[in-house]
């Protein structure tokens, strides 16, 4: 599964975040890499949770797409001239807390403008395919955290993004899409059904029963 999922963050709240990461103290990305990983970091990062989590967190299609159990902390990246991280896959496991959670879905909120920074698109890998992107500020890229991917260099300007980490109460990928078609099918049918109709019924029982089955 891979999604881009358009205004996560409003114009107001991108700003407050981006007057807030002005008075951040950065610390080297490579720290929170692993041992392979660290070799291709080369970014800034610092903690960015208070300010984004709840508009991750509670967005519908996130939740739709992810059936989210538990969210690593959020990062905030700042990646500039000459800086990228290369090809490599996140770790299994990340640490919250005293505790860890499995890596099922990575995802990037992008916090610049595109024109703001040249290079640094993200680009993740897929059997025989690599794909490019670098969408607006404010929307969010949700991707299987196994899948190979790279942030390209930064030529020109300063690359922000927010970056985490969810652990799925439904650990298939394929189990989880089935679950995401189904939730955009209801939605499609609720704007021509009453939710007691037949087929808003049937297909919220199916649902439900879909998401208690591969829970």
């Known amino acids: 599964m891979l999604i881009t999922i358009a205004n996560v963050l409003d114009q107001k709240t991108l700003d407050q975040v981006t007057d807030l990461i002005s008075t951040f103290r950065w610390k080297d990305g490579a720290e929170t890499a692993g041992k392979t990983a660290r070799e291709v970091k080369r970014n800034f990062q610092a903690d960015l949770s208070s300010r984004t989590g709840a508009a991750i967190s509670d967005h519908p299609v996130l939740k739709a797409a992810a059936q989210p159990a538990r969210f690593s902390k959020l990062l905030v990246s700042k990646t500039e001239l000459g800086g990228g991280y290369g090809l490599h896959v996140d770790n299994a496991m990340m640490p919250v807390g005293d505790d860890k959670i499995r890596t099922d879905l990575s995802f990037t909120l992008f916090l610049a403008k595109p024109s703001d920074y040249e290079g640094g698109e993200l680009q993740i890998e897929y059997a025989g ?53 189904l939730a955009n099918l209801k939605s499609e049918l609720a704007k021509h059904y009453p939710t007691q109709s037949p087929e808003m019924l049937i297909s919220a029982k199916l649902l439900a029963n879909l998401i208690r089955r591969f829970s």
């Open 129 to 181: 395919l690599s794909l490019r992107l670098k969408p607006n500020a404010g929307d969010l890229v949700l991707y299987q955290s196994t899948s190979l991917h790279q942030v390209q260099d930064v030529t020109a300007g300063t690359r922000l993004a927010c970056i985490g980490w969810i652990e799925s109460r439904i650990k298939r990928a394929e189990d989880r899409e089935i679950v995401f078609d």
